[in-house]
């Protein structure tokens, strides 16, 4: 596997699906990939939204930690997990655009794609 994306999340039900479903997509057929979601505890419906998507989603893997340990916690869990060679991280409340070109074309120059 080439690519990681490592995104930790708290209480992010209403965002994280769609962040997800980007990610998806602007990956798709440019990377062998997957995207690892770590729950960092959230007390809201982001746990069960993600659940929901898994059967959609086959590249996402969710890691859930039962408390909150915070956003660097969240990073380094990911990152121990992670199976790829590479490996990218993204806030979970949509901050970053996954299909920003600047993104994709840099981590295909990295990749030697």
């Known amino acids: 596997m080439?690519?990681?994306?490592?995104?930790p999340v708290k209480n992010e039900a209403d965002n994280i699906?769609?962040?997800?479903?980007?990610?998806?997509?602007?990956?798709?057929?440019?990377?062998?990939?997957?995207?690892?979601?770590?729950?960092?505890?959230?007390?809201?419906?982001?746990?069960?939204?993600?659940?929901?998507?898994?059967?959609?989603?086959?590249?996402?893997?969710?890691?859930?930690?039962?408390?909150?340990?915070?956003?660097?916690?969240?990073?380094w869990t990911g990152v121990k997990r992670a199976r790829g060679e590479w490996i990218a991280t993204l806030d979970g409340d949509g901050q970053n655009d996954p299909r920003s070109e600047e993104h994709t074309s840099e981590l295909q120059s990295r990749l030697h794609l």
Do not use: C, Y
């Not at 080439?2 to 995104?7: A, D, E, K, R």
């Not at 440019?30 to 939204?49: H, M, N, P, Q, Y």
């Open 2 to 7: 080439q690519l990681s994306v490592v995104i």
């Open 17 to 75: 699906v769609p962040l997800v479903e980007e990610v998806e997509a602007a990956l798709a057929g440019r990377f062998d990939f997957e995207i690892l979601v770590v729950d960092d505890g959230s007390t809201d419906a982001t746990g069960d939204r993600l659940k929901a998507a898994k059967a959609r989603l086959p590249r996402l893997r969710l890691i859930r930690h039962a408390a909150n340990r915070g956003q660097s916690a969240g990073v």
